[in-house]
């Protein structure tokens, strides 16, 4: 199956269980969104603008594990016909916090490195690593077993990944710069009509996570040909759903 076939399934998946989607990631993404807009539209002092970014950064880091792994969790509730509510998903999410956490952060200091060295180490190490976080989630291990094993894992599905997560980031980037750009340069900033925008934009990025959910329930088929009940975040699975 080409990248374009899995791309459609999770544009098809992402669309049908958009609302729940929302409600997951939308309450933490207002929060971070309004608290960036107040301190871009607000504050003019570049030292306290610094020192109020990072305290952001910070609360966004706390906050990602929780709706990264809800979002997780409820698209494996879906394949496995048993559905999360978004508040159910939350829930059970918190006790994969600091793994999650400790993945996101191993991560990204890896992807960084990569970057440092030329930009496409930096692309390679983040499309090998790009099941880390389904692994701790699902599989329930550690961070850095973690990224041991979706190393290991996406040796055979690298080609899948790069383009699909290349035409994502890049889908969202054009759509996210525009629109960042109109309104920053508006006469009179006004955060009750941005922040709704931008959150909304914001939460395209789940199509991501979705696609690479996708991608790591192929690999995951493939390698446990005998193990019983649905493992594809197909048409038929979110269909049976509704």
């Known amino acids: 199956m080409s990248t374009f076939e ?10 049908q269980n958009f609302a729940v989607i929302a409600k997951i990631q939308l309450p933490f993404l207002i929060i971070l969104n309004g608290l960036a807009l107040w301190l871009d539209i607000n504050v003019t002092d570049t030292n ?18 929780i709706y990264w792994g809800a979002t997780i969790l409820l698209m494996q509730s879906k394949l496995e016909n048993t559905p999360l509510s978004a ?10 916090w600091r793994s999650l956490l ?3 952060i191993l991560t990204s200091f890896a992807v960084f490195g990569g970057l440092l060295l030329f930009i496409l180490p930096g692309v390679y190490i ?20 973690s990224l041991k094993q979706s190393w290991k894992d996406t040796s055979d599905y690298f080609w899948v990944l790069l383009p699909g997560l290349a035409i994502l980031f890049t889908g969202i980037q054009l759509i996210e710069m525009p629109i960042a750009h109109t309104l920053r340069n508006m006469e009179e900033r006004n955060i009750l009509v941005e922040l709704p925008i931008v ?19 192929v690999m995951r088929e493939e390698n446990k040909p ?10 038929n699975s979110t269909e049976n759903d509704q």
């Open 6 to 15: 899995y791309l459609r399934q999770s544009f098809f998946f992402f669309k």
């Open 48 to 65: 306290e603008f610094r020192e109020k970014t990072a305290y952001i950064s910070i609360l966004s880091l706390s906050f990602l594990p």
């Open 87 to 96: 508040s159910q998903a939350i829930i059970a999410s918190l006790s994969f």
């Open 102 to 104: 400790f993945t996101f």
């Open 126 to 145: 983040g499309v090998r690593l790009a099941f880390a976080d389904y692994i701790c989630v699902l599989e329930k291990k550690s961070a850095l077993d």
């Open 199 to 217: 959150a909304v934009v914001d939460l395209l990025g789940a199509l991501i996570t979705v696609f690479g959910f996708r991608i790591y329930c």
């Open 226 to 235: 005998k193990e019983n009940g649905p493992t594809q975040l197909d048409d």
